[in-house]
């Protein structure tokens, strides 16, 4: 089991910042990738970043390359993706996702708003 909390979202003006927080807890968190997804209203869910706990490995959708980090402190088992340049089309519901590498399982946070208003 892993349990995923997530915080940091909030209302911002464009090209403004904001740093999401995903703090994870569970067994093995090694074992596990973990990722951003989010889903704007009336959209279908996007994937956004993901990352090992090693911090290798990001990867990132077009959309947000260049402007979103991913970043994973496994001293904390948290993963932050810091987002910059933020744009009214980044708007949507920001999830927090853990995906076990040995059958791609994953595990979900509760999300968190996130508004960019123009």
């Known amino acids: 089991q892993v349990q995923l909390v997530e915080s940091g979202g909030g209302l911002v003006q464009a090209g403004g910042s904001l740093r999401l927080s995903c703090a994870a807890s569970g067994r093995t968190l090694s074992m596990y990738t973990m990722g951003w997804l989010r889903q704007a209203p009336g959209k279908a869910r996007e994937f956004v970043s993901a990352i090992n706990w090693s911090g290798g490995s990001p990867s990132y959708a077009d959309s947000v390359k260049g402007r979103f980090t991913i970043v994973s402190d496994k001293s904390k088992n948290t993963v932050y993706l810091q987002m910059n340049s933020l744009k009214p089309e980044d708007t949507a519901v920001y999830y927090c996702?853990?995906?076990?590498?040995?059958?791609?399982?994953?595990?979900w946070g509760q999300g968190t708003q996130v508004t960019v208003s123009s």
């Open positions: 996702t853990a995906r076990r590498l040995t059958d791609n399982y994953d595990y």
